[in-house]
Every structure is written in C-alpha cells, then in structure tokens.
C-alpha cells in the first residue's frame, strides 16, 4: 500500500505564509483533499480536487502540485488555523484511500 | 441541513465485538458512498471502510484483515461498522464521513462528532 509523508510541524508567524507539504507516488496520479482537525474536534474539509476550497472555506487556503507532491498553503496565517492538517488521497492500489501523517501546524 | 451521528462506542474488552452506527440526516444515504475513518489517541487519521452507493461494493484497508465490516441501511438511513476481534490497539475515536468520488479525485465532506471505543481488560 502507499504512504503520504507529511512534515511532522511547522510554524508560522501571524499573517505570514505557510506551505505544508505532503509526498507519495500516488499523488502523481490522484489530486489530495486536506483535513484540518483541531482539538476535540472532527476533521473538517478544507481543500479538494486541483484547488476547490468548500463553502466557509477562507481564501487565504489553496492547494497546488507538482511530480509526486502536493501543497497545502496558507497565505497570511490566523491564530484560528493552529490545527493538525492531514491530506488524504487514494493508495497504489487505486481502491483505498489513505492519510498523510499528518503536519501541526502552529501560528506564533 | 447534512448531519451525521455515531453511536454505539464504549468501553469492550480484547477480543470482543462491537457494532458502531451512524445516523445520516438532510441526504440520501444511498447516493453516496460512506466511509469509517478512525484515530487512535494522539495519533493520526486512519481509513478503516467504505461502502459505495449504487452496488454497494466495499474496499477495507489491509491492515484489518477482515475483522472490521461496513454495512449500510437505507430504511434507517444510516451505516454500520461490524468490528470482531478487538485488540487493545483499536482503541481510537471512529469517525463516519460522507464521501464524494469523481476517481481522479474524492473528498470527505461532511464527519460525525465521533464515538470513542475503547478496547481494556
């Protein structure tokens, strides 16, 4: 089966720019979604498709790819997107579905 | 409004069973597939199951070698995850989530709150 890597954290200062990344050879075939889980809580939908962002979703939220990676950015990062971001996408099986490892992200 | 609802979760010692369920409301269940994610605590999501609409076909990941199964009620309206065998390490929060397929793409666009299950002597 296939594994998404992600970065374990990174931070970034209020109203800057922060990329997460997320890499597997399954990501050259499929798109990523990405889940931004805070404490206590569900995960919730932020991302889908090549750069679809759900209703409610703010802007500052946007995706790209590129070979066998996909991103997450956030271009001026809010105290309230300190979470835990997972990507999901399918596996080598074309079945399955599979998490990333998930990225902590924290916003000093 | 799309709501769903997990119950079922508590406390089951190793080896036992357990039948997890959630309630879906504001959709047709059987429009869409559904799915079971689950995480364990302090650890990252894991996908456990889904069941597609239509001929309710199935895939599970590998890693539960057949002791977790989804199931899906439209009467009810709702979908179950049948989990035999319990090990201590399938103690987690399991979530069921409403997904959206289109192959090169999919997405989890609606989750439950959750139902923590927890599997001790």
């Known amino acids: 089966s296939s594994e998404l890597t992600q970065d374990p954290a990174v931070s970034v200062a209020l109203g800057q720019t922060v990329r997460i990344t997320c890499q597997g050879e399954?990501?050259?075939?499929?798109?990523a979604s990405w889940y931004q889980q805070k404490p206590g809580q569900a995960p919730v939908l932020v991302i889908y498709g090549k750069n679809n962002r759900p209703s409610g979703v703010p802007d500052r939220f946007s995706a790209s790819s590129s070979g066998n990676t996909v991103s997450l950015t956030i271009t001026g990062a809010q105290a309230e997107d300190e979470a835990d971001y997972y990507c999901c996408s399918r596996d080598n099986n074309d079945y399955h579905y599979v998490f990333g490892s998930g990225t902590k992200v924290s916003v000093l | 409004q799309v709501q769903l609802v997990e119950s079922g979760g508590g406390l089951v010692k190793p080896g036992g069973s357990l039948r997890l369920s959630c309630a879906a409301s504001?959709?047709?269940?059987?429009?869409?597939?559904m799915t079971w994610i689950r995480q364990a605590p302090g650890k990252g999501l894991e996908w456990i199951s889904y069941i597609k609409s239509g001929d309710e076909t199935i895939f599970s990941a590998d890693s539960l070698k057949g002791r977790f199964t989804i199931s899906r009620d439209s009467v009810k309206n709702s979908v179950f995850l049948h989990m035999n065998s319990l090990r201590v390490e399938d103690t987690a929060v399991y979530y069921c989530?409403?997904?959206?397929?289109?192959?090169?793409?999919?997405?989890?666009?609606?989750w439950g709150p959750g139902t923590l299950v927890t599997v001790s002597s």
């Open positions: 399954s990501l050259r075939k499929y798109y």
């Open positions: 504001g959709f047709t269940l059987t429009d869409y597939y």
């Open positions: 989530a409403r997904v959206v397929d289109f192959w090169n793409y999919f997405y989890f666009d609606f």
